[in-house]
């Protein structure tokens, strides 16, 4: 399969008997072969389960599998205790009490940033290219409707499309331009806790590094009305060497902040 312009090996399978259909239609969606899960053919292989799709790297040292989820433990617990309005993000973004700006996140990713500016009252467009990337986003998005907890935000304020965010962002008519761009391109050196580490070193793998994050920050830069905010490693120097308005640095990262 060509994924971001590079050869990708990846299979899909069934964890299941009941899972066959579901496995065989994604097969189809996607154009890449069904295989028993046991397989150690392929470097990347999509499992379908009852639980959701997750996305494994086969091999030894090999990081475990991840599922997109919006009401996991570990975003249900960055929903309740991440610090509200008061978080860096939403710092960046310029969140204010009653006020519940459109943003494009042109980099959704696993779409954590994504699920928390919606839950923190923004309604959000999440971009991501990666076919493999967007069938774990819509898999998501499909089990968080079902849910009491998600549902609503779902609903009314997350929204996604699997495109290119610099076809998409191009195409915009002046009366479209959302208050908000958000872009958390992948960094080359990016360390991070164990856990994030594990899922950035799967989407490196998988998507590789987003070389033309540049270019996409100068379109983005054209087609917004408040501010456009770049999400980077602590210490990596500013995308496209274009010096922010302003920066929200943290333990880890820091998000640049170019006012319109
Ligand atoms: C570091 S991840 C983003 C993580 C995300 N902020 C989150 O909270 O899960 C970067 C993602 O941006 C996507 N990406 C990079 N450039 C893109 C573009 N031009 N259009 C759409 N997606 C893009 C990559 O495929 C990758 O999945």
Do not use: W
């Amino acid at each position: 399969m060509i994924h971001n312009n590079k050869s990708l090996s990846i299979a899909v399978c069934p964890s299941g008997a009941e899972q066959y259909d579901n496995a065989t239609g994604l097969s189809r969606k996607l154009s890449i072969p069904l295989m028993p899960c046991e397989t150690e053919e392929f470097e990347f292989l999509l499992q379908c389960s009852a639980n959701g799709l997750a996305l494994k790297q086969t091999g030894k040292d090999a990081p475990g599998p991840i599922v997109v989820s919006f009401t996991s433990r570990t975003m249900t617990y960055r929903v309740k205790h991440g610090g509200g309005r008061s978080q860096a993000l939403a710092r960046a973004i310029g969140l204010k009490k009653g006020r519940q700006p459109t943003v494009i996140d042109a980099t959704a990713g696993l779409g954590r940033d994504s699920y928390i500016l919606a839950f923190l009252g923004c309604h959000v467009h999440m971009l991501e290219r990666s076919p493999i990337l967007a069938v774990l986003l819509e898999d998501a998005l499909y089990r968080a409707e079902q849910s009491e907890q998600a549902a609503e935000i779902i609903k009314n304020r997350l929204l996604f499309t699997h495109i290119d965010s610099k076809m998409y962002l191009e195409k915009l008519q002046q009366d479209e331009y959302p208050d908000i761009i958000y872009l958390d391109p992948m960094f080359p050196e990016r360390t991070k806790s164990s856990l994030v580490k594990k899922e950035m070193r799967l989407l490196r793998g998988l998507a590789g590094d987003d070389q033309d994050a540049a270019e996409l920050f100068t379109i983005a830069l054209g087609c917004v009305q408040n501010r456009v905010v770049v999400k980077r490693p602590r210490l990596a120097p500013p995308l496209g060497s274009i010096t922010p308005s302003h920066q929200i640095t943290g333990k880890t990262s820091r998000f640049d902040i170019y006012l319109i």
